[in-house]
């Protein structure tokens, strides 16, 4: 069974850090892979996807993320955090047949001034 | 372009009482498909709709149902409501869910508690 694993249920930065945030799946193939933003009382909203190609994938907001295929892991990644950042981050996979996602349980982002 | 609609946007029930929320989808997008979202469990996928057919459906009881209109337009409907149904129901759209390559894209919620 497909299964996302993030591990980090609460990260805290501070403003003008690095931030990674990890995800896991588990799949017998190589899934469609999301990374979902959702602010308090909001839907989600697509941050970026992988399909194929070049594995480093790029998204909106400043937020890259890096597919790694041996390590099954599709991690997010952004250089230089906003306080606006601070939201609930969600992973998510799609098996490559079907219009099912799966998604993991969310990592909470802290930004601290 | 109008995203994703849902409504209403909260809403109070009691135990036992059944609830219907609606969703409409991106204009143009046939495919919607529906997830519970609580805090303990994370996003729970529910069910899809494309095309007026249910594609797929998660592990809910039967008292979680759903259809789809032919303008693709989305109602579902928890029966019998228990407290453990409190939570934050999202509707997502897609274009063309055998494209296979589609993402995504949700309405803001329906907030349900119930007491």
């Known amino acids: 069974a497909q299964s996302v694993t993030q591990p980090d249920i609460h990260i805290t930065v501070s403003e003008g850090a690095s931030l990674e945030l990890r995800c896991n799946y588990s799949y017998g193939a190589t899934p469609y892979l999301f990374w979902y933003v959702q602010s308090p009382g909001q839907g989600l909203q697509l941050l970026l996807k992988y399909f194929s190609g070049d594995t480093l994938v790029q998204g909106i907001k400043g937020f890259e993320a890096e597919f790694k295929r041996s390590q099954s892991s599709f991690n997010l990644r952004k250089p230089s955090v906003h306080w606006s950042d601070a939201a609930e981050y969600f992973c998510a996979v799609r098996p490559n047949t079907g219009n099912q996602f799966y998604f993991g349980t969310g990592t909470s982002l802290t930004v601290i001034p | 372009k109008a995203g994703v609609t849902q409504t209403p946007r909260y809403l109070i029930k009691t135990r036992g009482q059944q609830v219907t929320l609606s969703c409409s989808p991106i204009?143009?997008?046939?495919?919607v498909s529906w997830y519970q979202q609580t805090p303990g469990q994370g996003l729970q996928f529910l069910f899809e709709y494309f095309s007026e057919t249910q594609r797929n459906k998660g592990n809910f009881p039967g008292r979680f149902s759903g259809r789809q209109f032919s303008n693709s337009r989305s109602e579902m409907n928890v029966s019998t409501l228990e407290l453990g149904d409190s939570a934050l129901y999202l509707c997502a759209s897609s274009l063309n869910p055998l494209s296979n390559t589609g993402e995504l894209f949700f309405g803001e919620g329906s907030r349900l508690t119930v007491l």
């Open positions: 204009s143009g997008h046939r495919s």
